[in-house]
């Protein structure tokens, strides 16, 4: 993929959007008039109209840099996606569908024949190609395969060996490679021959006869260094490197830690097999932040804004489902206690306070302990000490807060034994949110789950029942 | 700063974490048995075993990236914390400093006498001070900025005037200029002389006499170019460039969109006064995706994870009250029909369910659209299909699950009535939560506020509130 030179556009890229929805709403007016007036004067007007309308949506999109594309692609519903994708050249299909999100993706991918596929996919490097193959239909991939050389046959293969979230899927293979025997100077001509370096190049690898790394090049020494030393006395010999099996959120860590912009990837025999991008990085890291945001409100996946209205049903069901089973077994808690709420109606009205803030705080517990698990902060050695500090801050809040809840029962319904039994119930629900907070999600990452799955809404469900049971339970005994 | 070689430590950095709590602790263990056991001998065992263990934690420490200190500190609590920042050796002080978060900073600064934090500070560059200066005592300020030539002090006051949000204040100093009337050859010479080049160097700035930005060199094209060629035939004229006055998430969008890894930022004058490099931006986008993530949950700033338990409360207070306020009027809605209730006691066990579901479905609504917004994915074009859609997915949902739990509800207390209003009250809560999850965030950010502030402590209010007030009051109609 060649690096598009762009404009600075960052800041009218939502003045692009816009103008780029007016002329698809004018377009559709134009459509509209035509289904309702007949008639060969009309047609010839509104095909005039309609055409030029094209022409100047054609052009503003082609001043676009690809990802520019994508980004508009991404804003608009369905059918005026579509109405865009038609008008992208066909030469940047390819680019453009590697920008879009998944799901843009596949209402793309969906919008093409074999032959544009083909086409667009022709265009890309294996790394790429490895990407976009599980959504390509069968046959395409298959006619692709076939029109590849053998090593780069061999690494989409390789490439889709790889689970995505490991490094294998992650890696592209345009790296420069040199010998650690030759002057810089050597290395200066050699560059010169290749006309062109693959983007994010902020070194070179340094490899033996048989392709195993012995260290890297950065570009910045290279620069600044007698061009009659050897490579060799200028490299870095232990330079960060990956192995293809590895995290690739661990790596997109220790590239934010070590300011990487590219790295070796190296099997286990110490052989260089490709290298990982800051580009590649940047996304997983936002990705992986959004995944968070996305799990703890119980969604499945990044869902397309404009995904159609089942698509969006299958994403939230899951976790509706689940909530609607706690809100059952919250209910049937507040079933137990009917007897007690029919003497004291006051209990039904009082209830959902203690339930609501202990969800409020349970998730701002949560909330952080998903924080600091994702960036490992959390360790064995640290837990009981984490424990104890929410159960702390826990303890404050349900006495303090409780206790003005406490006054206000008791201003509202007279009853001083009322409002004792509701800062009760508020201190001890609040320390069951804090406990939950802390152990919900230590025990879906000890059972290998994603910590932030749901947490939500199971914060939500201990401290829903929790709460009723707290408080029904502490006034039937006190107060009935 | 200088880019330190690390090796490979991503895998390990958990082990090594657990290592220095490890040493740690034997060392707490050891200072126990000082307090607790008397005399001359034991003293000396203790006092052996005592710097045995620091030396050997020293040695680990040096070992480590700054960047992995800076992660190691913010995963201890805050006494161990400063036992390993005591072994840091003082030459890297300032490197860790700018490392670590702001919270975990502060803890260090406040265990630095002047002296020491006059040597740390020393080291840095005028954009790394400008950083630092807020968290620093006026004095060692006021004694830095003496310290510093004229161009240094008028940067550090310049980056000192942005906003943090801007890209002025995130800008560094370290560009590398040269004229476009000079040949490549020319160039390579003029970079071999500085001996060094500033990290994440991928172009060079192109400046005339007035320091006004002509272009970009990127050292690619550089590199592969006949070192006859002139700069000006070679560079490219229109390149990605940023204001000072910008914000600086757009310039990270932009960034991460163009794949770029350093960009100039220039005057309104189209003056050359800084540039921008992917590190910055990369910790800007973690940045943002967690405040999403904490403002969501009505968590004010990041919290480090061993603040203080008065630093945590005053972190959650704010929603706390907001939410104690909202529980409130929900229960004050409950309390208006406290009639219907002591009527038919099964409303009180069915309300939480209605309430729920909603704020559950809400939370999940809210989550896309304060996603989407934070990609500037939705636009005035857009609004109202996003809103259908939305309220199709709502309905849908309402009419089956609240179809479900109006049959149990049937099955529970035998009233065909009873069902139909819970089916309804879901359906209309379930409206209400959408309807609401689309016009609170967008609410907020036309207020100019931050859509994600508090969004999941203002949801569940409104499904609350909303969702007893539906059910009870369709309730009291139908059925009583």
Same mark, same amino acid.
Do not use: C
């Given at each position: ?80 996606? /579509? ?328 201003? /509202? ?68």
């Amino acid at each position: 993929m060649t690096q598009v030179e762009v404009k600075k556009t960052q800041e009218s890229l939502q003045d692009r959007l816009a103008q780029v929805i007016e002329l698809l709403h004018r377009q559709r007016v134009v459509e509209d008039l035509t289904h309702r007036q007949e008639g060969p004067h009309h047609d010839r007007v509104e095909n005039l109209v309609h055409r030029q309308n094209l022409v100047e949506l054609q052009r503003k999109l082609d001043d676009l840099h690809s990802a520019d594309v994508a980004y508009i692609l991404e804003a608009l519903p369905l059918e005026e996606r /579509l109405t865009v994708w038609q008008l992208v050249k066909a030469d940047r299909d390819g680019d453009i569908l590697l920008e879009v999100s998944d799901s843009v993706r596949e209402t793309l991918i969906a919008d093409m024949d074999d032959h544009e596929l083909l086409a667009a996919a022709k265009e890309m490097d294996a790394d790429e190609l490895a990407d976009l193959a599980p959504e390509l239909p069968r046959d395409v991939v298959h006619e692709l395969m076939e029109a590849l050389d053998g090593q780069q046959r061999e690494r989409v293969r390789s490439a889709l060996s790889y689970d995505e979230e490991q490094v294998g899927a992650l890696m592209d293979f345009e790296m420069v490679t040199i010998r650690e025997d030759v002057s810089l100077e050597v290395v200066l001509r050699y560059l010169r021959r290749l006309k062109e370096l693959p983007g994010h190049t902020d070194k070179l690898f340094v490899v033996d006869y048989d392709g195993v790394l012995k260290g890297v090049l950065p570009i910045k020494r290279l620069l600044v260094n007698d061009p009659e030393k050897q490579v060799a006395e200028v490299m870095a010999s232990d330079p960060v490197s990956f192995h293809p099996d590895e995290d690739a959120y661990d790596a997109a860590q220790a590239f934010e830690r070590y300011d990487l912009i590219s790295a070796p990837v190296v099997d286990k025999n110490g052989k260089l097999i490709g290298r990982l991008t800051i580009d590649e990085m940047v996304d997983l890291i936002r990705e992986e932040s959004e995944s968070e945001v996305l799990n703890m409100a119980g969604l499945r996946e990044e869902e397309d804004i404009f995904a159609s209205v089942w698509k969006s049903l299958r994403n939230r069901w899951a976790w509706l489902a689940i909530n609607l089973i706690t809100a059952f077994v919250a209910s049937r808690v507040i079933g137990l206690f009917e007897g007690s709420i029919e003497k004291l109606v006051a209990l039904a009205a009082l209830m959902p306070i203690v339930a609501g803030i202990g969800g409020n705080s349970g998730n701002q517990t949560i909330t952080m302990i998903v924080r600091a698990m994702a960036l490992d902060q959390v360790s064995t050695g640290n837990t009981s000490r984490l424990m104890r500090k929410e159960l702390a801050v826990s303890l404050i809040n349900g006495v303090i807060w409780g206790g003005v809840i406490g006054v206000v029962a008791y201003l /509202l319904y007279g009853s001083w034994s009322l409002g004792v039994v509701m800062t009760a119930a508020m201190t001890l629900n609040l320390l069951l949110a804090a406990l939950m907070g802390v152990l919900i999600p230590m025990t879906l990452a000890r059972m290998g789950r994603d910590p932030a799955m749901g947490a939500s809404v199971m914060i939500t469900a201990v401290t829903d029942s929790g709460g009723f049971f707290i408080f029904l339970g502490l006034a039937t005994i006190f107060l009935l």
